[in-house]
């Protein structure tokens, strides 16, 4: 039995003249069906059938199953981003036909115009910045007046040494955790004055990453296309800003701005 994959929702911008999504023929999540346009007015739909049985509880919680055809979902909401604003649907969203789909777009056409509307011209990036920890560390030790009353009153004696340089470590533990929030609200506060939204993003663990450094901050903006050069060249001198403290920031996008669509009251039927 096959159903209905919802990709997008998106204007009219993305179609050619005779309603196929501009550009060459995109491949969608079940290779076996084209990707196509559900239209109501000015409104579309980016879909592909698929078959429902595919999408089960377990190959959605298989990496094996889902890489390839979240990446092949990716491609399709890039792709019509390119030519019309997009409010992005995570991956998975299925309908049992188009009745069903296009029920829900007529229920929630006012808050997705809105949406639309709100988001032309206008993308999503993220700023994620890693920390080189012994750098930041090595900085506290030499400057941080409790800790250097802390080392200059260690002991001669090795076990009560030992205790004392324990204390010491979590002292220098503390300034860094310290430092870092006042970091990320310094940061978060200089760059949100760029953008449009702005939201902070959960931290993820180096085997997340893949990097040895550890991440300290991650967060989501919303910009302008016009505004984007002003933004890099706060970023930019923000990194200069916090080189010293082995601070690395990193800007990634433009990206559908799944982090700043409109909150809908169900996602699939």
């Given at each position: 039995?096959?159903?209905?994959?919802?990709?997008?929702?998106?204007?009219?911008?993305?179609?050619?003249?005779?309603?196929?999504?501009?550009?060459?023929?995109?491949?969608?999540?079940?290779?076996g069906?084209?990707?196509?346009?559900?239209?109501?007015?000015?409104l579309?739909?980016?879909?592909?059938?698929?078959?429902?049985?595919?999408?089960?509880?377990?190959?959605?919680q298989?990496?094996?199953?889902?890489?390839?055809?979240?990446?092949?979902?990716?491609?399709?909401?890039?792709?019509?981003?390119?030519?019309?604003?997009?409010?992005?649907?995570?991956?998975?969203?299925?309908?049992?036909?188009?009745a069903?789909?296009?029920?829900?777009?007529?229920?929630?056409?006012?808050?997705?115009?809105?949406?639309?509307?709100?988001?032309?011209?206008?993308?999503?990036?993220?700023?994620?910045?890693?920390?080189?920890?012994?750098?930041?560390?090595?900085?506290?030790?030499?400057?941080?007046?409790?800790?250097?009353?802390?080392?200059?009153?260690?002991?001669?004696?090795?076990?009560?040494r030992?205790?004392?340089?324990?204390?010491?470590?979590?002292?220098?533990?503390?300034?860094?955790?310290r430092?870092?929030?006042?970091?990320?609200?310094?940061?978060?506060?200089?760059?949100?004055?760029?953008?449009?939204?702005?939201?902070?993003?959960?931290?993820?663990?180096?085997?997340?990453?893949?990097?040895?450094?550890?991440?300290?901050?991650?967060?989501?903006?919303?910009?302008?296309?016009?505004?984007?050069?002003?933004?890099?060249?706060?970023?930019?001198?923000?990194?200069?800003?916090?080189?010293?403290?082995?601070?690395?920031?990193?800007?990634?996008?433009?990206?559908?701005?799944?982090?700043?669509?409109?909150?809908?009251?169900?996602?699939?039927?």
């Amino acid at each position: 039995m096959t159903g209905v994959y919802l990709y997008c929702l998106a204007r009219s911008d993305c179609l050619a003249a005779n309603g196929a999504l501009l550009g060459p023929v995109l491949q969608g999540v079940d290779e076996g069906y084209p990707v196509t346009a559900l239209c109501d007015g000015d409104l579309v739909a980016v879909i592909s059938e698929v078959v429902i049985a595919d999408f089960s509880e377990q190959n959605l919680q298989t990496l094996e199953w889902i890489g390839a055809r979240a990446t092949r979902h990716e491609a399709v909401v890039a792709r019509t981003m390119a030519h019309s604003p997009v409010l992005p649907v995570k991956f998975g969203t299925l309908y049992h036909g188009r009745a069903s789909l296009k029920d829900f777009l007529q229920r929630h056409r006012p808050t997705m115009e809105l949406g639309l509307d709100k988001l032309r011209g206008k993308s999503e990036w993220s700023v994620k910045g890693y920390l080189v920890e012994q750098d930041a560390r090595n900085i506290i030790a030499a400057e941080d007046s409790e800790v250097l009353a802390r080392r200059a009153s260690l002991s001669p004696s090795p076990g009560l040494r030992y205790m004392q340089q324990k204390q010491l470590d979590a002292t220098i533990d503390a300034a860094l955790e310290r430092g870092l929030t006042r970091v990320n609200h310094d940061l978060q506060l200089a760059l949100s004055r760029y953008a449009l939204e702005a939201t902070f993003m959960r931290l993820h663990a180096s085997a997340v990453t893949g990097r040895s450094e550890r991440m300290v901050f991650n967060s989501s903006f919303l910009l302008s296309e016009e505004i984007l050069d002003e933004f890099s060249a706060a970023l930019s001198q923000q990194q200069d800003a916090y080189a010293s403290i082995g601070l690395i920031l990193e800007l990634r996008g433009p990206w559908p701005p799944y982090n700043f669509c409109p909150a809908l009251s169900e996602v699939a039927a």
